[in-house]
């Protein structure tokens, strides 16, 4: 068998993957990489060197499975998230650059350093873990109804050793009792059950669950909103990430349910994908 140096190993792979892929190249060099576990600049570094039998097999096996359409982070069981290694396997959302605008904003509002925080829907953990990794004073709770995710955002927890985040399974507000934060956030389900884009790209290996809502929607969203107001300080925010679509209606509940300061943010695509209000209400 003849060997594939780096470079006609990624050459390779990308024309394998030019027409599943929207990222072939990048695909091609994740996976490369978790079978040489190597660091990103030994690609560049050493393009000549070859890869062992074994290895070349194995990144054979693993292209074939990014052509059939298997997400990268589900064969590496890994993705990076706010510069956090995050384990990864099909029992949640992959997390996705998108959210990290929810973190930046979430940083920027000023809360004091020893705020307490809740992450609702966690799936991997990362917008709790991506908080406490910047914010070590700052209390997070995490919780998720599915028993499969909390064990997940538990292990990215004492992996990544944060230990002012406590991961707990809970169905939104279901566990938290009396609980006051000065922060709630979330990346709730928001796709309609009937969206054609369920049928494409990774979303077909992640759970439904995690991803649509009834409503069109938003249903979650608008039971987040409702029943958050309880669990927030006087003037706490609250802050979800939804649809590029939807940012209009959910002003107009967040209004309707008497939250104040109401705000919407774009991504780095320029889409509306943040929405953020405080709630001042002392009959909270």
Known sequence: MSLLSIAQAIAWATSQLVDSSESAKLDAEVLLLHVINKNRTYLFTWPEAELTPEQQAQFKALVLRREHGEPVAH????????SLPLQINNSTLIPRPDTETL???????????????LDLGTGTGAIALALASEKPNWQIIAVDASKDAVALAKANQQRLGFNNVTVEHSNWFS??????????????PYIDELDHHLSQGDVRFEPLSALVAPDNGYADIYHIITYGRQFLHVDGYMMLEHGYQQASKIQ???????????????????????????FSSKTS
């Open 75 to 82: 064969i590496t069981g890994t993705r990076e998230f706010w």
């Open 103 to 117: 973190v930046e904003q979430a940083l920027s509002l000023g809360l004091p350093d020893d705020a307490r925080v």
């Open 175 to 188: 566990a938290i009792n009396n609980q006051k934060f000065d922060l709630i956030v979330s990346n709730p």
């Open 252 to 278: 107009q509940f967040f209004a309707q349910m008497a939250y104040n300061n109401i705000l919407t943010v774009r991504d780095m695509a320029g889409c509306d994908r943040v929405t953020m209000a405080q």
